[in-house]
């Protein structure tokens, strides 16, 4: 386990969702090795989706890139110790169907 608290370097979420998410990053790292970031982004990603529904990326490490979009009010980018974690909701839920999906991606591509 990490001895460090927690430090948010950018959010874009509610008190209640970021204390969370937290929460559950020193839950993840009590139970899996600190050297598994997959299990532990695994761990996090999935305790969020139950939460406040699918789909949430959850990305863990200590040293990486990245260029997202969120939701509005559906991402936090935080660090404990060198370990870094970054948690994020994108695009619509995915309610719709698989169909649904296919013919929207084909529209978009026979209108190119």
């Not at 950018?10 to 299990?39: C, G, N, P, T």
């Not at 949430?56 to 559906?74: A, E, M, N, P, Q």
Request: with cysteine; glycine share 6%.
């Amino acid at each position: 386990m990490l001895e460090g608290r927690a430090v948010v370097r950018e959010a874009d979420m509610a008190e209640a969702m970021r204390s969370h998410v937290m929460d559950l990053a020193y839950q993840a790292l009590d139970l899996h090795e600190s050297s598994d970031f997959q299990a532990i982004a695994h761990h996090i990603k999935q305790k969020f989706d139950e939460a406040y529904s699918p789909s949430w990326h959850c990305v863990v490490g200590k040293d990486f890139g990245s260029s997202i979009t969120h939701l509005c009010g559906c991402f936090i980018f935080f660090h404990i110790d060198a370990m870094e974690f970054l948690i994020f909701k994108d695009g619509k839920d995915f309610t719709e169907s698989k169909e649904e999906a296919v013919g929207a991606l084909q529209r978009n591509n026979s209108s190119s």
